[in-house]
């Protein structure tokens, strides 16, 4: 009767029949069963929760030791409920925590608290695009940050959160206004155009164009650049990976050349419905100010400068010296004009739950943000993300959809006021009249404020949606399906009236300029997979094939306005008298593709990956239009092998390495074809049209050849782990335009050039556990990238229109500068390197001194520290670099421009170590010194920086205070602290004459319930 034992399954139910059974029947074998069931155990309703010391934990296993088929899962509040005996022992597991087993010794009602593991970041998965793979098993190299990282950090854009925080990966902010862009490289600058070299972005699954949507006219206070990512909400990312070398990007072929970011947003997790709202305040200012003259120093110089030209009595135009302004009057402008206080509002809302089939999530984000100008300027968005997963009865089927809309509102000034800031004498009259008007001081004044009549506004709606289905035909394969589709509208205008200038000039409304950009881009793309995966033995088997198809469709159309009967109507098409379309385009691109992956484990310790794609691109003439894409990556886990299992010391192993193929059409549309332009004049009452593009169908991808070897290796239970990388990537057959003699009519045509681009570098990453027990824990990430970017061979460059760009054996990202020798101690001019000895300093042949603005290095270190309810992350930025300086900045000294403090040690202090030619005010031989002065290597100077990028420190309210709502408070800054030697606002900063990114500080609040 053994076989019917509680214990092998029957169950509950079923004792009390067979129990009476026996008693009726066999009265003393009953009796003899009774006696031994006695010492049988009874099922119990176990429950508890589960958390972490502070919070509760959803999705943990809890299973009941040497049961395979027993088990559940704790929901959203970390609550679990299961039937087991009260001899059992349970084991609960977690990704990211110890696991912990617990004797239930009779008790009914078992919380456990997990403890942090941290060293058990092998074991989670990577996305990598078509597939995902355990962190120790992968043979490519991906970067990843998850939203631990990103939700402590007050920005809008999810680019932000990235800087500093992965190796290879090099990001810039390209000014501090909101709304503005942000430059990325991965692994260096591939090709020769300065356009083309942008990484692929998917977000859930959807190609993302990595194009700027302002257009120069209009966002000229942006710089032009306006990052399509700021229509994402970085609080609804739950990873970003980014994929770097041949075996993680060659499975997106032509698109994965400059790198691959892969955008995952929060889906909904099995639990209890549960609603978080998070809330935060905070403000922004200017990071630091440049030390420039006070007027006593500014009036000094300026009397010298007119003294050293011979000029006794001051002319009409210098106010600030003849008694039209004020000569005690001092203004700090840089406070004045971009000292203001940026307040930053962000109000984020979600709902989340589901049961073991069905989960979804729906979210919403308000931000505003206002800026350090005056005036009421703000950077408004709105976002809703909702996604929904669903899973068959039987685990066969499947269906999720994530879909997000964002709405950005941008009101900026006409102008950024930063440089105005710098250059404005420190003596300048007031900005406002006694009547609160606009001064112009008796028009001896340009009033710097004027800006602020004049307006950029931008509106963009960004839809995002995606849907997957999938189905498993057997065990081992299943198929499936993603449809993507985006509809980005971006509508810009910028209003210059003529309440700009000033009133005695007697310009008119008839003189106000509008610019309107409207640009639309839509795509959708369909990608059917199949994917198989078998076990034979010690061998592991994965095969994924599918395919792409691709559509993308834009248009963008510039307008000019001049001349209104009145400002108030300045918006209005209709009512200038002067109309232009300077831009009209309408573009389509194709694109389609069959991709494929075949994987190998062996015996977990030898892992072969081959992946390949055949690309299809509508960029390229006919018989150019397919290329194949390949790549192979290997690895061996050597801590695997039986002599280092058990290796107290070594921990994991891994030494991998791959070698591949990756292109790139990033070349625009229509460029192989004959195309013409409207030339705008009308002909006997016909506009004519004009040829533009030279046909050419012969060329065809660039390609980039890339090979990498890493170690990786971890030590005492991976408490220390350490990876190093080297790469080598060659990009070739380059698609830029061929120069073309002006007789031809055209400057260049299309074409493929045969020359060769290099990327070496190292990449270090280092993973520490310094300390870590049930109330304390310490890590530290360190990150460490070193590049070399250098131009190989370009046939014929000396005889090109490149030979002033480009040198064979140095990067791309050079410039050509004049060398300066001295400060003539006779004249107080500069002087400079006479190259060709002609005895003239001319651009052409003079300037031969090169200097490399590339990284030489750079990184971040982060450290984590949590104690008890407390938790501390901060992370510190570094570049080593050269930049241009604050030279470039100003005008000439002595003219009515204030200066940098330093140039008060002038010309006749010859122990400056950066000594200034003479004052002058008119003298043109001292001008042109001045600007080839701006346009040499003195000009460019050391521009390495350490920086507080981000810290946060956050407390967990203890839910027992709470009546079990889940309080979190938070303290938050960005661009705290700069350490450098740079001469200059920001050693970050390209871009000199705008705005550099904020300093930010917050304070936020999150509940759950």
């Known amino acids: 009767m053994k076989n019917f034992s509680l214990n092998k399954g029957l169950g509950a139910l079923w004792y009390p029949l067979i129990f009476s059974l026996y008693l009726c029947c066999t009265p003393a074998l009953a009796n003899n069963r009774l006696r031994q069931n006695q010492s049988l155990p009874l099922q119990n309703q176990i429950s508890g929760t589960i958390t972490d010391g502070i919070n509760p934990l959803p999705g943990v296993t809890i299973s009941i030791k040497g049961k395979a088929t027993s088990g559940t899962i704790s929901d959203f509040n970390g609550q679990y409920k299961l039937t087991a005996s009260p001899d059992d022992i349970l084991v609960v597991a977690f990704l990211g925590f110890k696991t912990a087993t617990e004797p239930i010794n009779g008790r009914k009602i078992i919380n456990i608290q997990l403890q942090e593991d941290i060293t058990s970041l092998q074991e989670v998965r990577v996305n990598a695009g078509y597939y995902s ?19 402590k950090q007050p920005v809008s854009n999810v680019l932000a959160a990235m800087q500093g925080r992965m190796a290879g990966v090099n990001i810039t902010q390209t000014t501090g206004v909101p709304g503005g862009g942000f430059e990325i490289e991965i692994r260096g600058r591939n090709s020769l155009r300065s356009t083309g070299n942008d990484p692929l972005y998917i977000i859930d699954g959807i190609p993302y164009s990595s194009e700027s949507i302002g257009s120069s006219p209009t966002a000229s206070l942006l710089g032009g650049l306006t990052s399509p990512l700021n229509g994402l909400n970085p609080d609804t990312i739950e990873s970003v990976e980014v994929l770097k070398d041949a075996d993680a990007t060659a499975i997106y072929g032509s698109r994965g050349s400059n790198g691959v970011v892969l955008i995952t947003t929060k889906k909904g997790k099995i639990g209890k419905t549960h609603f978080t709202a998070n809330y935060s305040k905070g403000t922004g200012s200017v990071t630091r100010f440049m030390d420039l003259m006070n007027t006593k120093q500014y009036l000094a110089m300026r009397k010298e400068a007119y003294a050293n030209d011979g000029i006794t009595t001051y002319p009409g135009s210098a106010y600030d010296l003849n008694g039209a302004w004020d000569q005690n009057r001092y203004t700090d402008w840089q ?51 909702v996604t929904a997963n669903h899973e068959s009865d039987n685990k066969k089927f499947r269906i999720s959809f994530s879909g997000g809309y964002t709405v950005q509102d941008n009101n900026q000034p006409y102008l950024d006021l930063t440089r105005e800031s710098r250059l404005l004498a420190p003596n300048a009259p007031a900005l406002y009249d006694v009547a609160g008007n606009l001064n112009w001081q008796n028009n001896t004044f340009t009033n710097p404020l004027r800006h602020l009549n004049g307006t950029y506004n931008a509106l963009t709606y960004d839809l995002l949606a995606n849907t997957v289905l999938s189905y498993n035909l057997f065990p081992n394969l299943g198929i499936k399906s993603a449809f993507g589709f985006t509809d980005l509208r971006h509508d810009e205008s910028s209003t210059a009236p003529s309440t700009i200038y000033n009133p005695s000039l007697g310009i008119g409304s008839d003189n106000s300029v509008l610019f309107l950009n409207a640009a639309n881009r839509q795509s959708w793309i369909v990608e059917p997979q199949v994917n198989w995966n078998k076990l034979y033995g010690k061998a592991k088997i994965s095969v994924l094939a599918g395919g792409t198809f691709q559509n993308n469709t834009g248009s963008q159309l510039v307008h000019q306005a001049l001349g209104f009967p009145s400002n108030s109507l300045i918006y209005n098409l209709a009512a200038a008298s002067n109309v232009t379309i300077t831009q009209n385009d309408e573009s389509e691109y194709r694109y389609q593709a069959f991709f494929g992956r075949a994987n190998l484990t062996w015996d977990d310790r ?37 002599r280092l299992r058990e290796n107290r010391f070594l921990s994991f192993g891994k030494l991998r390495a791959s070698y591949g193929t990756t292109g790139n059409d990033q070349i625009g549309d229509y460029q192989f074809l004959d195309t013409y332009t409207t030339t705008g004049v009308a002909y006997n009452g016909v506009v004519g049209l004009l040829p533009s593009r030279l ?11 890339k090979f990498e070897v890493a170690l990786e290796t971890g030590f005492l239970k991976d408490r220390i782990f350490f990876t190093a990388g080297w790469y080598s990537n060659r990009s070739s057959n380059q698609l830029v335009g061929i120069p073309l003699p002006g007789t031809t009519g055209f400057t260049s045509v299309q074409a493929n050039l045969d020359a060769t681009v290099e990327n070496r570098g190292l990449e270090i990453s280092l993973r520490t556990v310094n300390f870590q027990n049930n109330d304390f824990t310490w890590t530290t990430n360190l990150n460490f990238s070193s590049s070399k970017n250098k131009l190989v061979s370009f046939p014929g460059l000396e005889a090109s229109t490149y030979r002033n760009q480009f040198v064979i054996g140095q990067p791309l990202n050079i410039v050509k500068v004049y060398h300066f020798t001295e400060v003539d101690p006779a004249t107080g001019i500069y002087q400079f390197e006479d190259v060709n000895g002609d005895g003239e300093i001319n651009e052409t042949d003079d300037k031969q001194t090169i200097k490399d603005l590339n990284p030489k290095f750079f990184g971040g270190l982060q450290n984590q520290l949590k104690y008890k309810q407390f938790q501390l992350d901060f992370l510190f930025q570094f570049v080593k670099q050269e930049n241009y300086n604050a030279n470039t900045t100003f005008n000439m000294p002595g003219t009515r421009s204030n200066q940098l403090a330093s140039t008060t040690n002038h010309w006749q202090n010859v122990g400056d170590v950066s000594p200034h030619q003479m004052y002058s005010a008119t003298n043109g031989v001292v001008r042109t010194a001045y600007f080839n002065y701006t346009e040499s290597d003195a000009s460019i100077s050391d521009a390495s920086y350490i920086r507080l990028k981000n810290i946060a420190l956050t407390y967990d309210v203890p839910e027992k205070w709470m009546n079990k709502v889940r309080c979190r408070l938070s303290l938050t800054g960005q661009n705290l602290l700069t350490f450098t030697n740079y001469k200059g606002a920001d050693p970050e900063f390209k871009l000199y004459d705008y705005l550099p990114p904020l300093k930010v500080i917050t304070a936020g609040l999150q509940v759950t319930f």
């Open 695 to 705: 046909y050419n169908p012969a060329f065809g991808w660039e390609t980039n050849k």
């Open 606 to 642: 030898y892992i072969l990956n081959l992946t390949g794609r055949r690309d299809g691109s509508s960029r390229f003439g006919p018989g150019k239009q397919f290329a194949t894409f390949g790549a192979v990556g290997a690895a061996w886990l050597f801590s695997n092998e039986k």
């Open 335 to 385: 406070e004045e004009l971009t000292g203001g206080t940026a307040e930053y509002t962000d109000l984020n809302t979600s709902v989340s739950g589901g049961n073991s089939t069905t989960q979804f999530l729906m979210s919403g984000n308000f931000s505003r943000q206002t800026t350090v100008f005056p005036g009421d300027f703000r950077y408004k968005k709105g976002n809703v993300h």
């Open 133 to 151: 793979v355990k962190e120790k098993e992968r043979t490519g190299s991906i970067a990843k940050i998850s939203a631990k990282d990103i939700e």
